[in-house]
């Protein structure tokens, strides 16, 4: 089955700092890759679309400048919170789509103190 | 009105109970129906896939999708503690692109 690899599963950062997001598809090639970002008891909304060699789509309402994701193979994105604050605090879910479908990474909960 | 409304319930049953949980969506467009399960800390796990309208069944859960009504549903059959999570349903108009969830289902099934 489709595996997709999210890491680091949790971490903690001073305000200020960026915080780098790797999301990986072990075994299959993912040509498109989707950021997620949940907020307690809330859903999954979708930050931006992400294609292999190709600029990120971003939802309305996403900074593109303080979200930067980068899709540089078929296998890796990364999305890298910059200058990260208390409110950009939530669980960042990755999925991958591929000859499997939707498959999705298992999530990294960053808290910004 | 958002894409997508679900129930968050919390919804509380006893062990063998069936479970009825449902969503409703706005946008005929929406072709492809999914059920994932969503425990606590952790990534969304799929549970069912359905295209389009008509029923699917795998084990104790079975999917339902009428596009006439909108509205979408999973059925779980003699539920376990090990069922509690949270359920979302989730949508989308075309193959590859994003999905579109509901807020999701608290399910706790006790023994």
């Known amino acids: 089955g489709a595996v997709v690899s999210q890491h680091p599963s949790w971490v903690i950062c001073k305000s200020g700092t960026s915080v780098k997001i790797e999301c990986r598809s072990l075994d299959f090639q993912a040509t498109t890759m989707f950021w997620y970002r949940q907020f307690p008891k809330q859903s999954l909304m979708l930050m931006a679309t992400s294609n292999e060699g190709s600029k990120a789509t971003y939802e309305q309402g996403v900074e593109k400048d303080k979200f930067l994701i980068n899709h540089a193979s078929l296998t890796l994105s990364t999305l890298t919170v910059t200058s990260a604050h208390p409110e950009d605090s939530s669980f960042y879910i990755c999925?991958?789509?591929?000859?499997?479908?939707?498959?999705f990474g298992s999530g990294t909960r960053l808290t910004v103190v | 009105q958002k894409e997508v409304e679900q129930d968050p319930g919390p919804l509380s049953v006893p062990e063998g109970a069936i479970v009825s949980l449902n969503c409703t969506y706005s946008n005929s467009a929406f072709q492809y129906f999914m059920w994932y399960r969503q425990y606590s800390r952790k990534g969304p796990e799929l549970l069912m896939y359905t295209y389009s309208s008509g029923n699917k069944e795998d084990g104790r859960f079975t999917a339902q999708v009428d596009k006439s009504s909108k509205y979408i549903s999973l059925f779980i059959r003699d539920s376990q503690p090990s069922d509690s999570a949270t359920y979302l349903c989730?949508?989308?108009?075309?193959?590859?692109?994003?999905?579109?969830f509901g807020k999701g289902t608290t399910l706790s099934v006790s023994s």
């Open positions: 999925s991958a789509d591929g000859y499997y479908g939707y498959t």
């Open positions: 989730a949508t989308a108009n075309q193959a590859g692109t994003a999905l579109i």
